[in-house]
């Protein structure tokens, strides 16, 4: 069954550090690739995406992402965290039909 | 801007109690989705819906059905609720061309005792 990894499941930055989160995928075929944000008492909401060409993906509030195909990977980055980036991060992966396989989710704490 | 209301925000249930769960959205989307979010195991699919009376089970249906009459409205029903159903649930919506983003609502947190 298709599966989306996440290694990270807590991690801890300082303001102004750089942020990778490492997201993997298993499946060889066509797929979609997104990043979603759950900031505190908030809904979960789109963060950016991954459908084709381009394989590093700009989104909001100064986030990327990276997509490897040989490497079946998709990590988020961002060159400078701010408090405001505390939050949970899940990596979601779409293989077929409409279906979301997600990640377990990384949360994230930003310490000012 | 796309929303996706859920009835109520939080619910306390017992053991043995019939449980509905409501979403509407107003953006027209033809799917429909039920996860449930728990600390460490991120979200897993309960049913979705990809028009007015179809569904389809998700990873963990178990214990679970849905409903769905009209195209802006899917229900989830714990038919007798257990605590092993204390949950955070969380509906979505989305397009039907494949890869389109999944709109969420702001969650039930259900607590069965």
């Known amino acids: 069954a298709q599966s989306v990894s996440q290694h990270n499941h807590h991690v801890i930055l300082s303001e102004a550090a750089s942020l990778e989160l490492g997201c993997n995928y298993s499946?060889?075929?066509?797929?979609?690739l997104f990043w979603y944000v759950q900031y505190p008492g908030q809904h979960l909401q789109l963060l950016l995406k991954y459908f084709s060409g381009d394989p590093l993906v700009k989104g909001i509030k100064g986030f990327e992402a990276e997509f490897i195909k040989s490497k079946f990977s998709f990590n988020l980055r961002k060159p400078s965290v701010q408090w405001s980036d505390t939050a949970e991060y899940f990596c979601a992966a779409n293989t077929g039909f409409q279906k979301l396989v997600f990640g377990t989710g990384t949360r994230l704490l930003v310490s000012p | 801007d796309v929303k996706v209301t859920q009835s109520s925000r939080y619910l306390v249930k017992r053991t043995g109690e019939k449980v509905f769960l409501e979403c509407v959205q107003d953006m027209d989307h033809e799917n429909m989705f039920w996860y449930r979010q728990d600390p460490g195991l991120g979200l897993r699919l309960i049913y979705f819906s990809y028009d007015v009376k179809m569904k389809e089970k998700g990873d963990i249906p178990e214990g679970y059905s849905v409903s769905r009459e009209k195209k802006e409205r899917f229900s989830l029903i714990l038919e007798s609720a257990s605590t092993n159903q204390t949950s955070m649930y969380l509906c979505a919506s989305s397009f039907a061309d494949r890869g389109h983003e999944q709109y969420f609502g702001p969650g039930t947190r259900l607590t069965v005792t």
């Open positions: 499946y060889g075929g066509t797929v979609n």
